[in-house]
């Protein structure tokens, strides 16, 4: 990953890479790029990183506002022979002082602001140097001993490119952190890179990048996934990159239709917000091929949604399933005429099947882990040669989740007998009287008016929903028909989305809603594999 946009520009990869909005890096404004001159930016952050103090085994921690830049921030420490470990600056602020102090790294990059909100003395105490990418260095007055401007660094030659082991650490990331505080996952290069990016550089039929094609990819740029598309997605030569940072859908649509995208994967936040796109007379979905959604549901309406707006015959929704600590455990393939289905077939619950020589999965019960037949419901496990390292600073979490060669994956699910998963809930969240993800389909089905439906579970009481609507009003009428056949709900609450905690995946918080709405965030679950 060090030498990535090197090698790709040495193999003469054409592909140009166009942003929203220029890197949040006081010496770039661009806001397109060569692979060349990618890989210049990249020996130049080696550079900067290097004169800073980082060097091989150390932690570098990158933590900023969403832009691809992570990643080439990322390779650069690589490049170094360090460890990036890159951190949401979307996470609530005690959160990113609690993983800085697990990271201990060596090196902090970040910006001005987020340096600001974090505070000097906690930044200081997180770690002993820190370089802002955007700005110059306080004045040299005591107050912020240890913090680097740009300016300080950027002659700073590149050291020549470190290889390290393929099982050392390559990467840190975060997950979700729906429930609580993110643990931080430690990937080694031959579990990201060989055994998942590798497996996407095969040009399959249909689902394979072309040379002709133009990728759009609007994700949270701090977490695992990107780090292995950018890994894979230059490798494969496509004609375009461009990459969108935001969720406002009048902000990202001057990006789409500059840059029409052929292959579009984003966050299932970031799908559900620019849906109202999909709905203009020139819509910028039109010559869209495959749709990718991971890291959480996406109900069937906004799956709907997408396959009309394609102006193609058969394009094509690929719905991933798995986790930060395993990459992908299953796929699932929808079309117009099984999204028009899904409301009977499953919806977003139906996760498809392992992925083909590369996962197995069993359900067992959660007291006992005894093996459980097909039908019956119960936790899942994974068995993957991609798994992990670790939790950096949480061993024996770690440890907790592991049984043998499995892995505790902490959702409810059951095992049909065609060999499809199909997903309930989330152990934490899990209710004796119905699935939350059942129930939020079918809500989301008959009630288009709503942006996202949630159900929570606080123990001895009925589950409570939460819609999100856009001016923060339910039609009551509507929802009291569209719950007419189900288990008894509480009363339901309507916010608009910008009132709903999320992470920087765009998942609601849960645990965080629970206790804004109740004042408690225990949940009727256990939440033992959280």
Same mark, same amino acid.
């Given at each position: ?49 290097? +004169? ?32 990036? @470990? ?9 959160? &990113? ?8 790294? +060596? ?34 007055? !005591?107050? @912020? ?5 740009? %300016? ?48 996407? #550089? $095969? ?10 094609? /133009? ?14 598309? /950018? ?5 494969? %030569? ?55 959604? /991971? ?30 600590? #395993?990459?992908? &455990?299953?796929?699932?393939?929808? #079309? ?7 409301? $009977? ?11 083909? !020589? ?28 991609? &798994? ?28 049909? !007998? ?50 999100? #609507? ?22 339901? $609450? ?10 920087? /995946? ?25």
């Amino acid at each position: 990953m060090g030498v990535l946009f090197e090698e790709c520009a040495a193999r003469r990869v054409r592909t140009r890479v166009h942003l929203d909005r220029p890197f949040d890096i006081a010496s770039e404004s661009a806001t397109s790029y060569t692979v060349p001159e990618l890989a210049a930016l990249v020996r130049r952050a080696a550079g900067w990183f290097a +004169a800073a103090g980082a060097g091989p085994s150390d932690r570098v921690a990158v933590v900023k506002p969403n832009h691809w830049d992570y990643d080439v921030l990322a390779c650069a420490a690589v490049r170094i022979g360090a460890v990036p @470990a890159q951190l949401s600056a979307q996470l609530p602020r005690q959160w &990113l002082l609690t993983l800085l102090r697990r990271l201990s790294p +060596a090196l902090l990059v970040t910006t001005r602001q987020v340096w600001e909100e974090l505070g000097a003395a906690d930044a200081l105490e997180a770690a002993p140097v820190t370089l802002l990418l955007d700005g110059r260095a306080p004045d040299a007055d !005591g107050r @912020a001993p240890g913090v680097l401007g740009l %300016d300080d660094v950027a002659d700073a030659p590149a050291p020549p490119p470190y290889r390290r082991h393929d099982d050392e650490p390559l990467v840190v990331n975060h997950t979700s952190g729906t429930t609580g505080v993110p643990k931080l996952v430690a990937h080694s290069t031959r579990t990201l890179v060989g055994k998942l990016a590798r497996f996407e #550089t $095969v040009r399959y039929p249909r689902i394979g990048v072309r040379r002709d094609d /133009t990728l759009v990819n609007a994700s949270s740029y701090a977490h695992g996934r990107t780090f292995c598309w /950018t890994a894979s997605a230059l490798c494969l %030569d496509p004609a375009e990159i461009a990459i969108v940072t935001g969720q406002d859908p009048d902000l990202a649509d001057p990006v789409l239709r500059a840059h029409p995208p052929t292959v579009m994967e984003a966050l299932p936040a970031s799908y559900v917000r620019f849906e109202p796109l999909t709905r203009r007379l020139d819509n910028p979905f039109r010559r869209v091929r495959l749709f990718i959604s /991971t890291y959480d549901a996406v109900h069937p309406p906004t799956v709907r949604a997408y396959l009309r707006a394609s102006a193609r015959r058969s394009p094509l929704w690929m719905q991933g399933w798995g986790q930060t600590e #395993t990459g992908p &455990l299953t796929f699932r393939f929808h #079309t117009r005429r099984s999204a028009a289905d899904d409301a $009977v077939a499953g919806g977003s619950r139906d996760v498809g099947r392992p992925v083909p !020589g590369k996962t197995r999965l069993r359900v067992v019960d959660p007291d006992t882990f005894r093996p459980l037949p097909r039908g019956q419901a119960g936790l899942v496990l994974a068995r993957t040669a991609a &798994l992990a390292a670790g939790y950096v600073g949480e061993s024996d979490r770690w440890a907790a989740k592991q049984l043998g060669a499995w892995w505790n994956t902490g959702d409810l699910g059951l095992r049909r !007998g065609d060999g499809t998963v199909e997903l309930l809930d989330r152990e934490v969240d899990r209710t004796p009287l119905l699935s939350c993800l059942r129930a939020e389909d079918l809500l989301e089905d008959r009630l288009p008016q709503i942006a996202e439906c949630v159900l929570l579970n606080p123990p001895g009481r009925p589950p409570l929903p939460v819609v999100v #609507t856009q001016d923060g009003v339910l039609d009551r009428a509507a929802w009291d028909l569209a719950v007419r056949d189900l288990p008894p709900l509480g009363e339901p $609450v309507a916010l608009t989305w910008d009132e709903v905690p999320r992470t920087g /995946t765009g998942k609601v918080r849960r645990t965080a809603l629970l206790r804004q709405l109740t004042g408690s965030a225990r949940t009727a679950g256990s939440g033992r594999w959280t």
